[in-house]
């Protein structure tokens, strides 16, 4: 604000919350349902089916990545990976075959900010986000320009208390914003309030309760 004296902060209702135009798809799943649950959220995806698909699957880190990537290799399914371990030019040309048509791209959050793919139908969760404001990023990608687009979230039990809050606030409309945590994961947040989610501005002992 020191550097732009004149400038004004806009925002609108919308901002934060979960686009009308996206349906969301919530899998618990553990090591021995993973791997079937992700392979299917690919396969029963009607515009995949149709062949105009365009897909991020999204892992927790390179590592992660490349077991996403060497199971869908196992069961046939051409995509492309990017991520920073990645040469420079598989990178340009994963990002290239995404621009120019259907496909399936694993990645890292390195796609979800700065990386503008268009037309994303569908976007998978493969390790679900490790807080709102990953989870925001990821999911918009997809659904834009009023564009219908799809979500599968495959979270773990350790996901479930920042799940339950993001489901709830997306099937009431609200913004997704008190669920943000900059500097520690939502797990840490709940564990500093006793396992109690705390909205951002209130403290602890005084959340306010819905009849």
Not at 1 to 28: D, V
Not at 178 to 195: D, I, M, N, P, Q
Request: glycine fraction near 8%; include cysteine.
């Amino acid at each position: 604000q020191y550097r732009y004296p004149q400038a004004e902060w806009i925002s609108t209702e919308a901002l934060h919350i979960s686009k009308p135009q996206l349906t969301h798809q919530w899998k618990q799943v553990d090591d021995s349902t993973w791997q079937q649950e992700l392979v299917g959220a690919i396969r029963s995806d009607p515009v995949h089916k149709a062949g105009k698909a365009k897909v991020l699957v999204f892992a927790k880190d390179t590592a992660a990545a490349n077991d996403v990537s060497a199971v869908l290799e196992g069961e046939g399914i051409k995509h492309v990976v990017y991520h920073k371990n990645r040469p420079a030019a598989e990178r340009e040309a994963a990002l290239e075959a995404m621009h120019q048509g259907p496909g399936i791209m694993v990645c890292t959050d390195a796609a979800a900010r700065g990386i503008d793919i268009q037309d994303i139908t569908h976007v998978i969760q493969a390790d679900f986000a490790p807080n709102a404001i990953d989870f925001i990023h990821r999911i918009g990608r997809t659904g834009r320009v009023d564009k219908a687009g799809r979500v599968t979230s495959l979270y773990r039990d350790h996901n479930k208390a920042l799940v339950d809050v993001l489901q709830s606030y997306i099937a009431e409309g609200k913004p997704l914003e008190a669920a943000f945590s900059r500097a520690r994961s939502f797990s840490k947040k709940l564990k500093r309030h006793g396992g109690q989610f705390i909205p951002r501005g209130l403290q602890s002992g005084a959340v306010r309760t819905q009849a």
